[in-house]
């Protein structure tokens, strides 16, 4: 019996609450709607008290509801987790009633509210941008704030996954081989964010992407990339002393410069083969000069053979032989 009573009770409670809400959206009584709004703001019920509190602005224009109702309104879309809103929200009531008392706490719920709408870093960061500046304004407009100090945390946190996408995104280059590439990314991401706190292991992937470009490399290129990469090593050593990165960049180090040693002497070999083919190339294109020279010779003794041959020939022709003179008897 007591359960059936239970049941009976909680029934009206539920119907009396149903045909409170659906008097108040029906109501045209801003007194009634906005009481009944508090009552669902103070019971966690954000959707009905947003519902309600949406049929208000016209309603309390001008009275002194009017803050109350925009301020309940951004927090019910705050806790109602449609935050890009509530931003919008707070952000329009520290601008429309900047004597409230509550302009700084609005402030610091719009940055909050960009923070919220910050994606993983594996997404796009455009809101994470958005709120580091929205944050950073609040850091700005309210520096002795008692809120600032976790306001400089979440640009912190904001910043740290920043890094860490540019770093995951520079990693996929080193993944996929495209060694140059990578070093050139994480230059670009230690550049971007010099108090990175991801820089030894930036520093630990551009030096083995040097490394792998390096003994990889094509003849030409190949003196230049293990010295740059020996150096680099060099330095990883020297400022992360005593640390896992300046073991590795110690081993890589000492790899390459075997690997400069080792290509020293290819390279002395190669240029010992290249001199000795220059001088044959050298030695063949002084006998093919030789060659010519002497046809050039040839060729200017028969020109002047012919020459002379023609004088003589022509000479002939305008001095011909005298006639034969015949002699009569007498």
């Known amino acids: 019996m ?6 009976l009770v909680l029934s009206v409670i539920l119907l009396s609450c149903k045909t409170e809400m659906d008097q108040a959206m029906k109501s045209a009584d801003k007194d009634f709607i906005l009481k009944v709004a508090n009552e669902k703001f103070a019971k966690k019920k954000w959707s009905d008290a947003l519902a309600l509190y949406d049929r208000l602005p016209n ?10 109702v925009g301020f309940n309104t951004a927090f019910a879309n705050y806790y109602d987790k449609n935050y890009r809103l509530a931003g919008n929200q707070f952000k329009n009531f520290a601008f429309a009633f900047p004597q409230d008392p509550r302009k700084e706490e609005a402030a610091y719920m719009s940055a909050l509210c960009y923070y919220e709408g910050s994606l993983q870093y594996n997404l796009d960061q455009s809101n994470t941008e958005s709120a580091i500046t929205e944050l950073q304004n609040f850091l700005n407009e309210y520096p002795d704030s ?20 540019a770093f995951e995104n520079a990693k996929q280059y080193y993944k996929m081989g495209e060694y140059k590439a990578a070093a050139v990314t994480f230059e670009n991401v230690l550049e971007d964010f010099p108090a990175t706190k991801l820089r030894p292991k ?13 003994v990889n490399s094509i003849y030409d290129l190949k003196k230049e990339r293990l010295d740059n990469a020996a150096a680099y090593a060099r330095r990883v050593s020297a400022e992360l002393p005593n640390s896992e990165y300046s073991k590795t960049a110690d081993d890589l180090g000492a790899k390459l410069e075997a690997e400069k040693a080792k290509f020293a002497i290819v390279q002395a070999d190669v240029e010992k083969r290249k001199a000795e083919y220059e001088a044959k190339v050298k030695n063949a294109e002084a006998k093919e000069g030789e060659k010519k020279e002497l046809a ?3 060729n200017q003794a028969k020109m ?11 000479a ?12 009569f008897k007498r």
């Open 316 to 327: 002939k022709i305008s001095s011909p032989e005298p006639q034969a003179t015949f002699k």
């Open 304 to 314: 002047e053979n012919s020459a002379e041959q023609a004088r003589r020939d022509s």
């Open 296 to 298: 050039q010779e040839k």
């Open 2 to 7: 007591k359960k059936y009573i239970s049941l």
């Open 146 to 165: 008692e809120r600032s100090k976790n306001i400089t945390q979440l640009v912190d946190e904001l910043t740290y996954k920043l890094e860490f996408k």
């Open 202 to 214: 930036i520093y630990d992937i551009i030096l083995k992407s040097k490394y792998e470009l390096a």
């Open 59 to 68: 309603l309390v224009a001008g009275t002194d509801e009017l803050p109350n």
